[in-house]
């Protein structure tokens, strides 16, 4: 039963994925590109429209649509432009194939794993957008929070009414304090860093809890770090900006796998 739970998790995380990333594109369509003027009704948009080619705009078949194996039905390009399609899809829905996978292994109840599938979606459009252009949703930012507090309420701390429990205290305590902390850090910094970044740090530390959330921060340095410093050696990967830091994003990845520690 474990291991058959454990495919079915990451098959789940696999199609899951695929569905973050396309409304992460349509969200990063709808409102940001310099083409959201041309999308009317937005969230009939986002929320309605089919898979599409980004570069000829026409549907996907539905084979393209498998996860990890529609690449490559496909032969890795569109079916009807024939434009070379980016290994970026195989490869990200193979590591949240993974990523499933070794969530199972946690034995989550039905709860929990569904909060976790909804927060996979709401990091990955912060994830998403800020990679592609330094900002981070609003919308994604409230959703994560909305989250947070309702794992830390409902789930690790049912009973938190009753005052009775130093844990709830202790969540709530290093999560604040990192926001205070990441406000700190925005000051001394002239306002380089964003608002949206700070206000992210205290959705994941809700979500995360004490003492996980301790490492937050150091974790996401880490990743940032390093990705630049591979940045630096090969022009082949992207980077948004040559100064500035996407730090949404180390920040999501930081916490995906946090979560795994638990």
Known sequence: MPILFAIMSGALFAVWHSFSDALAWRIYTAWYSPRRKEVKDKLKFVFGAS???????????????????????????????????????????????????????????PLYFTLTLLTYTALWVVIAIDYRMLLIPTEAIFALLVLGLFALLCIRHPHWYRFDNFDFGLDLSVAFLWYFLFHLLRIASGYKMGLADVRLVLALGFLLGHPLTIFLPGVAAAFAIIFYLLRRRSLLIYAPSETEIPFGVFLGAAFLLLNLSR
């Open 51 to 109: 898979s599409r080619c980004e570069f000829c705009e026409v549907k996907v078949p539905w084979y393209g649509l498998i996860p990890i194996a529609g690449f490559f039905i496909l032969r890795r390009r569109c079916a009807h432009c024939s434009r070379l399609l980016s290994w970026r899809f195989p490869l990200l829905e193979a590591c949240a194939l993974v990523y499933g996978v070794a969530f199972a292994q946690h034995e989550p109840s």
